[in-house]
């Protein structure tokens, strides 16, 4: 499987670089309902028709498209652009996200997060390690005098994130779900923290499943506000704000 | 000149991607007296080389050499490593800056700044505009519906910075002053926020002057907090908190 998702990646990272040239221009709303641009949808074409030729029999649950019952046994779970509004203004932080797996997060068996801007590919398979490149990755252990915190800010944002942010040495963000929570996974940062009083700006499963393993298999986790493991049935419609972090000392700075 | 700083900023991505391996892993104190790692020595001693080479008698101003007077009318003001943090850690933003003048940053004639991990670069020469990878790029009209703010936040950041957390629609920051400021200078973000407590966290002229440049030259402006024009002498000393704007509406959100 991780050759198709391999391949699958390489073909949406062809379909986006041809397309750069309009990026953005024009906008339609997606099956979640939230202002996608064309780019999505062209990526998300992309990986469909490479999908096909493959012969694979996977059902499809993607961004634009949602559920897609193909007959399989496996669903991938596809974000064609995660960080489509990056994309959209040229901020150099978008990827796409590929998950295989059942009806959750839990039983998610492979997870490529794959960077569009420099082509840097993250993958899992389900206890066999996080890779970046082909190579191991691993979260960082807890240093307080060097803390990096990956926190989601802004008009949306919750007071505590604020809060959060004092208490970082370094802030930063990428605005791209899946990129931020593998940066906690190869310990570029301490921890990702997500926390939108607007429910549309929540996660959905199709923007965190592959990312969500890739740090489990670093050896980090991703859980609920109320600090509980994090697990999203495959489907359109759930939506979770969500704390993924590398050791769990991190975990005791948050509000 | 443009020759020069390309074939420069080539070197330096060369030297930095053959040492990658061990990255980070001896530190030292730079001629700034803050901590760097191994890597700003070894981009630095690249550049140098390859100056030397070139026979062009630039006098240096550099983060880790200080002042190298080389008997030239015009100055190379060198950050070999912009997010030496960044790159010790992994994180995927840092940038080799370049900018060659006379006295300051207000006779600054061409400026450089090529990102280490994509390898994009943006480059100005003064009055004849801004480019990235030999495109043009401008600054973005303001939307109040879709501000992008970049903003240096953590134990180190004033309050006012969290205050203009709360007023942007999204947040980012990359950690790396040259990168923040070139993506003002793309549309890419708005606004570039840097207010910092630490007088030892403030900018230096090696990490600015190039992407002060590049700015101006795509329509946009750097400021002293007191919105007063940002000039700084070519010198290892002078250090200052700064906003960096597209639109001045922008501006207008700052506390």
Known sequence: MKDLLVRLAARVQQAVSDYRDDFGER???????VPTSAIDL???RAALD???????RL?????????????????????????TRNAARGFPAYSTSMA????SMDDTEFGLVRDLVSGRTYFA???????????RIRIREFDARDTVFSIYLGTNANQESLELARRARRVRNLGAASLDMCLVATGAADLYYMNSNAKNAELRVVDIAASALILREAGGEVVSLDRR??????????????????????LELVP
């Open 125 to 135: 398979s389900k206890g066999r390690g996080a890779f970046l490149d082909d190579r």
């Open 50 to 56: 490479e999908l096909e030729k493959t012969g694979e």
């Open 229 to 250: 493991r994090l697990n999203m049935p495959y489907d359109s419609k759930t939506r979770s704000n969500l704390i993924a972090y590398g050791d769990p000392k991190a």
């Open 59 to 83: 059902n499809v649950l993607s961004e634009e498209a949602g559920f897609i019952d193909r007959g399989g046994e496996m669903t991938i779970v596809l974000d064609p652009v995660d960080g």
């Open 100 to 103: 295989i797996g059942r009806k």
């Open 27 to 33: 906008i339609s709303i997606g099956a979640y309902g």
């Open 42 to 44: 062209v990526a998300e």
